[in-house]
């Protein structure tokens, strides 16, 4: 059988198989560890410590093109989009180790410009480069894999924000707007133009202190919105074994982002990809708390319901279901 | 300027002083970063914890051949190449990410034999592997990210083993044999057969218990045999400001390995690369201790001097230099 008949989903349930087998390691003299594939992070304790650790890879031609992104922006977003998986757990950035993929031909100033972008990151949402690798390969690529802290001194799980702690009557909020990014890709691969989505897709921006601010609140349950809306929702749904219903109407969007995609633009929102946006679950009230102190804006677009795990329902104006199809799958056969 | 110019050493030195320079973030609530570019891995301190962190990839086509090395071979190796990282700092290790470059059409099979080999090191030399990433990317690669800790509770540097502790007068010594690997891999390209040197190439041993037995001997400076056994010591020496000599009639090799390879043995041994050994650097005596105690043996080849950092020379039988020429750089416009 070939990956794109099993999917990335489900090639990486069957390695969450593979790995839970009773054949297992146990770790001897070192951490728990608490958490594996499934959430955001991987959470393993050191005494007092609760630390996560995530990584992601760009794929030159896969995830971003060099004709329409320059080195720094691919620079920035290795990193961004790590750090967002450690806001989704509601922790804080410690350390990152780089390996960079790359032929020999690469220009020596193209390397400069791309550490100048994680550069630029890591001291925004401070944390260190530490060190990597740097091997031969035919397409460019970057890792990056990021090492962070549970800030709480509450233990596990009550020091993180987890996929699998949304309960029946939670409400559903987005921080920012979704949708922009997947507009802003179109954009960049059609020669359009429009900064605000083109910035939103090249520079995308952890939302670090809203995850821990929710976490403060009360928030036990959040994921990061790196595959759509509609299936990151889906995937955290699964996790927890209930449904979700979404309200379009009150999925936050770029004030212009129907207008100039007045086809699209639902679809961009539900499906996109990419925004780098926290999902947040809790009581209503809770994530009314969490909206009234943060910066970014944190809006309640839907409720989870008791129902088949991982089933999301989108409501349109009319009150009509909307069929969303899937997000993001990195190992289909035909990649959008 | 392009990468073949400047070698993979010496962008790793332009990246080592942009990442130091004064832009660089701190990093705040944090650990403190004790060490980052520069040795076997970089090392935080959590309160009393003393944390490792290293990365390795291997590429298709560039690391490794399927049309010679079995999945199952890849994915302990993958493992094995970054346990002898922690291995070169004296650690045990804890917890592993594993990101894998996929492409559509890759056999299931493949992966779950892949997975084998991973979980069948991790039970080895145990450890967790406890997350990762998947994408989509033209050659197939595997990324491993590998945290482990010190075990000794007195504080950093002297609960690791570093490359810049070596001081005139100690003397060098390696783990186990060197040149099996490259041998192995000639013979592999060439279709030759002697099962252990294709061992030592397709399934390196991390050289973890000597590792930790030599810190508790009292060793304080060491590193792995990657690159090669000339190369890597030179690095070593680099790193300490030292310079060292190698004699090569006591450089460790299988007792069949000059006889198979006439011509080529001693570039094998000091030159091949992947032995995945330890270089180990104290004086004559706490060597001589560490030898006694290890299971696997730890052969004494030569001494620190003082000397232009970075130099080794290494006398043959004669008592004539050799010229050693380079180790494996991964961005050299021609590798071997």
């Given at each position: 059988m070939q990956l794109s008949q099993l999917g990335e989903f489900g090639l990486i349930a069957r390695l969450r198989d593979l790995i839970g087998a009773p054949a297992a390691p146990a770790v001897t003299n070192g951490p728990a560890l608490l958490a594996g594939i499934g959430d955001d992070c991987a959470v393993s304790q050191y005494g007092a410590l609760t630390q996560f650790a995530t990584t992601d890879t760009m794929v030159q031609g896969v995830h971003f093109d060099v004709v329409y992104a320059g080195w720094h922006d691919i620079g920035w977003k290795a990193l961004a989009v790590n750090l967002s998986d450690i806001a989704a757990m509601g922790g804080v950035p410690d350390y990152a180790l780089i390996t960079l993929g790359l032929s020999a031909d690469t220009e020596v100033e193209a390397i400069d410009d791309l550490y100048g972008g994680l550069l630029a990151c890591a001291a925004e949402f401070p944390c260190a480069l530490a060190g990597g690798d740097i091997v031969s390969a035919p397409a460019f690529f970057v890792t990056v894999a990021l090492i962070g802290h549970a800030v709480s001194s509450v233990p596990y799980p009550n020091n993180a924000l987890l996929r699998s702690a949304a309960r029946p009557g939670d409400a559903v909020a987005v921080t920012g707007t979704v949708g922009l990014s997947a507009a802003g890709l179109a954009l960049l691969k059609s020669g359009g133009e429009w900064q605000p989505a083109i910035t939103a897709h090249l520079r995308p921006i952890p939302r670090l202190a809203t995850g821990?601010?929710?976490?403060?609140?009360?928030?036990?349950?959040?994921?990061?919105?790196?595959?759509?809306?509609?299936?990151?929702?889906?995937?955290?749904?699964?996790?927890?074994?209930?449904?979700?219903?979404?309200?379009?109407?009150?999925?936050?969007?770029?004030?212009?982002?129907?207008?100039?995609?007045?086809?699209?633009?639902?679809?961009?929102?539900?499906?996109?990809?990419?925004?780098?946006?926290?999902?947040?679950?809790?009581?209503?009230?809770?994530?009314d708390a969490v909206a009234e102190r943060s910066a970014v804006p944190v809006t309640t677009l839907g409720r989870i319901v008791a129902g088949a795990p991982g089933h999301v329902t989108v409501w349109d104006a009319q009150g009509k279901a909307i069929d969303i199809g899937g997000g993001w799958d990195h190992l289909a056969p035909s990649p959008r």
């Open positions: 821990r601010l929710a976490l403060e609140a009360g928030v036990r349950c959040g994921m990061d919105v790196s595959d759509g809306l509609a299936g990151d929702l889906a995937k955290l749904c699964g996790a927890s074994g209930v449904a979700a219903e979404v309200d379009l109407n009150r999925v936050p969007v770029h004030a212009e982002l129907p207008s100039r995609f007045p086809d699209a633009w639902a679809r961009l929102a539900l499906t996109g990809g990419e925004d780098y946006e926290l999902l947040l679950v809790a009581p209503p009230e809770v994530l």
